[in-house]
Nanobody, 114 residues
């Protein structure tokens, strides 16, 4: 089992920055991937970015060049979000994938005011 706790969300103006953090705890041998997903009102949850234990990174096209994901092996992941836009408003969820399963945090709200 893996427990994930996010922090760092909040309210920011268009063009501003936020840094999200996620810490994993529990019993696990290795977390293969850690990442961030987001869900805006009325929309499906979508991948923002993820990073493997070997450093392979994926970004959604909508955040490339603005967001940066990083990881402290074995159990922390960060998302630096710059040049935030109104469309980035959503609940952001930390995600972890191990050989045993997929785990989610409770989410942290990011609100970008226009």
């Amino acid at each position: 089992q893996v427990q994930l706790v996010e922090s760092g969300g909040g309210l920011v103006q268009t063009g501003g920055s936020l840094r999200l953090s996620c810490v994993a705890s529990g019993s696990f041998l290795r977390i293969n991937y850690m990442g961030w997903y987001r869900q805006a009102p009325g929309k499906q949850r979508e991948l923002v970015a993820d990073i493997s234990s070997t450093g392979q990174i994926n970004y959604a096209d909508s955040v490339k060049g603005r967001f940066t994901i990083s990881r402290e092996i074995p159990k922390k992941v960060y998302l630096q979000m710059n040049s935030l836009q109104f469309e980035d408003t959503a609940v952001y969820y930390c995600n972890a994938r191990t050989y045993g399963g997929v785990y989610w945090g409770r989410g942290t709200q990011v609100t970008v005011s226009s």
